[in-house]
């Protein structure tokens, strides 16, 4: 794999040191998500095409639990 080389954090990091967040980076044919308290460790990588639903995905469930 490809190391990612700009992370962006998730815009719900909120404010001061971002400690619930995720951090996404663009590959050149997947997306990479890794945890922003631990980015040494483990990344989850999506096919591009596939992680739009997958967000949709979750803030649908989001919704439904009425978080």
């Known amino acids: 794999m490809t190391t990612p080389c700009a992370w962006r954090k998730s815009s719900y990091s909120g404010g001061g040191e971002g400690n619930a967040c995720v951090e996404i980076a663009h590959l050149r044919t997947r997306i990479a998500v890794r945890d ?4 040494a460790r483990a ?3 999506f096919p591009s095409a596939a992680f739009t639903p997958f967000i949709q995905a979750l803030k649908d469930t989001h ?3 009425g978080r």
């Open 36 to 39: 922003s308290k631990a980015p």
């Open 63 to 65: 919704v439904h639990l």
């Open 43 to 45: 990344t989850l990588t």
